[in-house]
């Protein structure tokens, strides 16, 4: 009886227990977990959304029964974090949304000044099965983001200072990207690439070829020609922070920060930035600053990630074609709310778009993206190449493992922050003599009478999702104004 190679059956066994692996990632996808919750929150049940949200935190825990952190975080546990605590926030649940992101900041923030940003076992692994198996460690975007949304929870709870070091640690990470970004991504190419080489795979063959390049360019062109805004700032992100400057009395630093978003606008909106310019300008040089009302609306959702299936080609003589994964930025629909009002029995002021999350997301993704497509061609070719070793040492039964071990491990890595606006809108106006305001948005949808504090600073916080979702609104004081 003719024995087949024991270094065949070693790949088979390998390959076995890759692909039990591979499927178990495949079934799992975190898109498909999210789906009950993200019903939910596009329903604008918050609440609802929070207890189903609350069991896969469970499960992707980031923490142990102790409240301490873990040495080694599950692989998914960051992205199921950062979308639990935006729903938690959105639910008004502040106390929770804080240790939630506190945990997320724990995981993440050695990045920000030492820490590797991938490492070379999970690249080889991923190689063989899919970009699943790599362990989520946030975007530039999530990472700026992060702390954005953490401040929000802190002046929820009336603590400006804590909301200040947020802040502080949001345009950290945005120096960060600056920085480290297009090092990080160029070397984590190179690595990929290098890695290929050594399986026999030349990727740039298969980058050079001119159908391929088409059918990418079919594909990602559109959203290549998206811009985001100047050294990877977020204007919200920015402006927060101007808001915080001014209500604490820093009004010379909040004058230079509301200039900084002026810059980043386009007209119209920069004309309104340029008004706080003004008005924190006049604090600074000893005029009485007015007690000043912030109105911002989250509305929709930005980009998530949806699965492209292309036919790459290898130029491997015994594999000349494979079947790829490859993940797509999804814009989704304009929401309800494209624009709103403020009035009081003085004035009405209309709204202008601070930030365009969907052209900050697809800014993000863009950089990132030389290194998501080297990635998966070369994961693509190194299951190729080992299926076809399966063929040739184990015959149909190798087809067969093969064919299922190609199927199983051929998914994009669509793990994303989902519950991040599409677009943030926002106006200012001075507090009313009444203390009451109303705010009409563009669905038709008012929200009021507002009972404003009499408050140096007070911020109104709406998120909308989608038309015939209840909006959450948040409203909180800033700093006493005595």
């Known amino acids: 009886m ?39 929150f596009d329903q604008g049940k918050f609440s609802a959304a929070a207890l189903q949200v609350a069991p896969l935190m469970a499960e992707y825990s980031l923490q142990d029964s102790d409240g301490n952190g873990k040495a080694d975080a599950p692989i998914n546990g960051v992205v199921f974090y950062l979308d639990g605590g935006t729903i938690q926030q959105a639910a008004a649940q502040y106390s929770a949304s804080v240790a939630t992101y506190e945990s997320v900041w724990n995981e993440i923030s050695p990045y ?27 975007t530039g975007v999530d990472r700026i983001m992060l702390n954005t949304y953490q401040s929000l929870n802190y002046f929820a709870l009336g603590q400006p200072e804590k909301a200040a ?11 960060d990207f600056v920085e480290k970004n297009k090092a990080n991504i160029e070397k984590e190419t190179k690595a990929f690439q290098d890695s290929g080489k050594k399986n026999g795979y030349d990727a740039s063959k298969s980058l050079d070829d001119p159908g391929f390049q088409a059918v990418l360019n079919a594909n990602y062109g559109t959203l290549r020609e998206m811009r985001g805004y100047s050294n990877y700032e977020i204007p919200y992100s920015t402006y927060l922070r101007a808001v915080n400057r001014f209500a604490t009395g820093q009004y010379e630093q909040a004058r ?3 200039k900084r978003v002026a810059e980043m606008l386009p007209a119209p909106a920069n004309a309104d930035a340029f008004k706080d310019v003004d008005m924190a300008g006049n604090a600074a040089h000893g005029g009485a600053p007015p007690q000043s009302v912030f109105v911002f609306v989250e509305a929709g959702r930005a980009p998530s990630l949806k699965e492209l299936r292309l036919d790459i080609p290898l130029f491997i003589a015994q594999v000349p074609y494979v079947g790829a994964a490859f993940p797509l930025l999804e814009m989704h629909n304009e929401p309800s709310v494209t ?14 778009l601070l930030t365009d999350m969907d052209a900050v997301v697809a ?17 693509s070719a190194s299951k190729a190449a080992a299926t076809y070793g399966l063929q040739q040492g184990m015959g149909n039964w190798g087809s ?31 507090r009313p003599a009444s203390g009451v305001l ?9 929200i009021g009478p507002v009972q404003i504090p009499a408050a140096a600073v007070t911020v109104i916080r709406v998120r909308s999702v989608n038309a015939g979702s209840d909006p959450a609104v948040m409203t909180f004081p800033i700093a006493n104004s005595g």
Request: glycine content about 4%; charged content about 20%.
């Open 363 to 379: 800014q993000d993704f863009n950089q990132r993206l030389p290194a998501i497509i080297m990635a998966t061609l070369v994961s």
């Open 112 to 138: 920000l000044d030492e820490k590797a940003e991938t490492k070379v076992t999970e690249e080889v692994a991923a190689a063989l099965t899919n970009q699943t198996i790599r362990t989520y460690r946030g």
């Open 400 to 430: 067969i493992i093969g064919a299922v071990y190609q199927v199983a491990a051929n998914s994009a890595d669509l793990r994303c922050w989902m519950t991040l606006p599409k677009r943030v809108l926002w106006c200012r106006v001075t």
């Open 339 to 352: 624009s709103f009002t403020v009035t009081t029995d003085e004035a009405v002021a209309n709204a202008a």
């Open 256 to 258: 230079t920060t509301f």
């Open 438 to 446: 109303s705010i009409t948005m563009s669905d038709g949808k008012t």
């Open 2 to 40: 003719k024995r087949k190679p024991v270094g065949v059956l070693n790949i088979a066994t390998r390959l076995v227990t890759m692909l039990v692996s591979a499927m178990t990632v495949a079934g799992c996808g975190y898109d498909s977990k999210m789906k009950s919750t993200m019903m939910e």
């Open 165 to 175: 070091v947020e802040l502080r640690r949001a345009q950290n990470w945005q120096a």
